[in-house]
């Protein structure tokens, strides 16, 4: 046995001897070090030893057979030109770069193949929606590159068949393999996958697994179930609001209510007759709330909370979470009356702000589904208009978020209306709440919101230098993504001309940000040209 390893499981204070027999060329090195201690000495000797045994020793040589080929290249889609390879290098460089969505856009729909040198770039990107943009692009190549870092999974995993149809055998067992030797974030990719092919098999693997995964793993777990929701999954999401964990209750109690057969959408519906009552009072319809003054355990099962979050009052709280589970189409249709009545209707409640929040979150979660809950968007838009109006310090942030939400929640053309005319009646009042919510509009924006949002923004920096001017400045960088390409030149023209006169001429950082944007849009133009070329 080696003296060394004797030593370490015997411990050094059973060694009558010296710990190191000097069988090694190594050990005389430690015979000036005398007054180290016998543990340290051991361990100065292994580390020795260690380096000796490895010194001129020739790395294993790898067979050709144990490189696996690279994937061919796609034959249906071309290369970049060398100017959009050295584009693409700069913009994927630069974490959040406002043209990132936009190139991989323009690149798959000319039927460009993301440039090989640049895969590990590419398959290093963390972001969601920029992974989802440079799926189609990354090519056989890319995911086949993606197999040796687990860190760059997401693209093998990611990959989603043009045609729905049943895994084959052996890309379920790799599948089986991924499901339970991954990390969790690759198990909810493979999920999400096998969902979108055979949502028979992933429900089965889900429902064997939840029941030994720790807490914060099962909420992430069923995330994929709210992608392609369907009536089948039911039975699985009932047991869920059995779940020890509150969060996980919650999750699968909004699933099911976004299912309008489901049970517990049924439970919701008639809590909500309970709390919110309606009758004519002078020939107008006007609404009462009745939220419960205690919770009982059904309630508690279905995902409501028992403790409100501080702050908030537990009867408005409760009030709120039940409302918000209910698409507003129901009250149109229980009331006989248009969204616009409905909110007139609650003024005079008690709970008005509580009903008209839980309203908003409902529209902006069943709109998609429900055209005729997605007409509740615009009369909630203008009611919260008139409530921001109302604040004297103007609109809160909460604000801010609810109408953020209410504008990705509508179609393109109406939200950029709606938008404007807020924009063109509120910017005079130093209040940068309605041009900042321009980040929440869909790109691109429609080119009458763009010439008037760029018009306004170069009013308000020409003439003064406040906290607002600097504020809307920093605008001009999400503008420069989003306005139409044909708009790209007339505003270029504008803002070069502003960089030799006005306000900017000597405000330094002023001058900078607008040297920025004017980068940015010269890139767009040449990004266009580019993918043009191939």
Same mark, same amino acid.
């Given at each position: 046995m080696d003296d060394l390893v004797k030593t370490a499981l015997l411990g050094t204070a059973k060694q009558t001897a010296d710990v190191v027999d000097f069988s090694c060329p190594t050990d005389a090195m430690l015979d000036d070090l005398s007054e180290v201690s016998p543990e340290h000495r051991v361990l100065l000797a292994a580390g020795l030893r260690a380096v000796y045994r490895q010194a001129g020793r020739s790395a294993d040589r790898l067979s050709d057979d144990a490189i696996p080929d690279p994937a061919p290249l796609e034959a249906d889609r071309q290369q970049c030109s060398p100017k959009l390879i050295s584009m693409l290098e700069e913009i994927f460089q630069k974490k959040d770069h406002p043209l990132a969505l936009e190139v991989l856009y323009q690149m798959d729909a000319a039927g460009l193949r993301f440039p090989p040198p640049l895969l590990p770039l590419a398959l290093s990107q963390t972001k969601a929606q920029v992974r989802q943009r440079m799926l189609p692009i990354l090519g056989d190549r890319g995911r086949w590159l993606a197999q040796f870092d687990?860190?760059?999974?997401?693209?093998?995993?990611?990959?989603?068949?043009?045609?729905?149809?049943?895994?084959?055998?052996?890309?379920?067992?790799?599948?089986?393999?991924?499901?339970?030797?991954?990390?969790?974030?690759?198990?909810?990719?493979?999920?999400?996958?096998?969902?979108?092919?055979?949502?028979?098999?992933?429900?089965?693997?889900?429902? %064997?697994? #939840?029941?030994? =995964?720790?807490? +914060?793993?099962?909420?992430? &777990?069923?995330?994929?179930?709210?992608?392609? /929701?369907?009536?089948?999954?039911?039975?699985m999401l009932e047991e869920l609001l059995s779940d020890r964990s509150e969060k996980v209750r919650r999750h699968a109690s909004r699933f099911l209510a976004s299912l309008p057969d489901s049970q517990l959408s049924e439970r919701m519906r008639q809590?909500?007759? %309970?709390? #919110?009552?309606? =009758?004519?009072? +002078?020939?107008?319809l006007? &609404?009462?709330?009745?939220?419960?003054?205690? /919770?009982?355990?059904?309630?508690?099962?279905?995902?409501?909370?028992?403790?409100?979050?501080?702050?908030?009052?537990?009867?408005?709280?409760?009030?709120?979470?039940?409302?918000?589970?209910?698409?507003?189409?129901?009250?149109?249709?229980?009331?006989?009356?248009?969204?616009?009545? #409905?909110?007139?209707?609650?003024?005079?409640?008690?709970?008005?702000?509580?009903?008209?929040?839980?309203?908003?979150?409902a529209a902006v979660r069943f709109a998609p589904s429900d055209s005729a809950s997605a007409e509740w968007l615009a009369p909630l838009w203008n009611d919260w208009c008139k409530v921001c109006d109302s604040r004297k310090k103007g609109a809160s942030n909460e604000d801010a978020e609810?109408?953020?939400?209410?504008?990705?929640?509508?179609?393109?053309?109406?939200?950029?209306?709606?938008?404007?005319?807020?924009?063109?009646?509120?910017?005079?009042?130093?209040?940068?709440t309605w041009i900042l919510l321009a980040s929440r509009l869909p790109t691109p924006w429609t080119a009458e919101f763009s010439t008037t949002y760029i018009e306004i923004i170069r009013k308000i920096v020409s003439k003064t230098k406040s906290n607002y001017a600097y504020q809307v400045v920093d605008m001009l960088h999400v503008a420069a993504g989003a306005i139409p390409v044909d708009l790209i030149e007339p505003t270029?023209?504008?803002?070069?001309?502003?960089?030799?006169?006005?306000?900017?001429?000597?405000?330094g950082w002023l001058g900078r940000q607008i040297a920025a944007v004017t980068a940015t849009l010269n890139m767009r133009q040449l990004l266009y040209k580019e993918v043009g070329s191939g």
């Open positions: 687990p860190s760059w999974s997401w693209a093998r995993h990611g990959e989603v068949k043009t045609v729905a149809e049943k895994p084959t055998e052996e890309e379920l067992s790799r599948f089986r393999d991924q499901w339970e030797m991954g990390t969790i974030g690759e198990r909810c990719d493979i999920l999400r996958r096998l969902r979108t092919v055979d949502p028979e098999t992933a429900r089965d693997w889900l429902t %064997e697994t #939840l029941p030994s =995964e720790k807490a +914060d793993h099962r909420q992430r &777990l069923i995330q994929p179930l709210g992608e392609r /929701l369907s009536i089948d999954a039911e039975p809590r909500a007759d %309970e709390i #919110l009552t309606g =009758e004519q009072v +002078d020939g107008k006007q &609404l009462t709330s009745h939220p419960p003054a205690e /919770l009982d355990k059904e309630w508690i099962r279905d995902g409501i909370p028992k403790k409100a979050p501080r702050g908030r009052g537990a009867r408005s709280y409760w009030l709120e979470i039940v409302v918000e589970l209910v698409p507003p189409s129901y009250w149109s249709t229980r009331f006989k009356a248009s969204p616009d009545e #409905l909110i007139e209707a609650i003024v005079e409640d008690d709970y008005a702000i509580t009903l008209l929040t839980a309203w908003t979150t609810r109408l953020g939400g209410i504008l990705e929640a509508m179609p393109a053309d109406v939200a950029n209306r709606l938008l404007l005319q807020r924009i063109e009646a509120t910017y005079r009042l130093d209040d940068p270029l023209n504008m803002w070069e001309e502003m960089l030799s006169t006005g306000a900017m001429k000597n405000d």
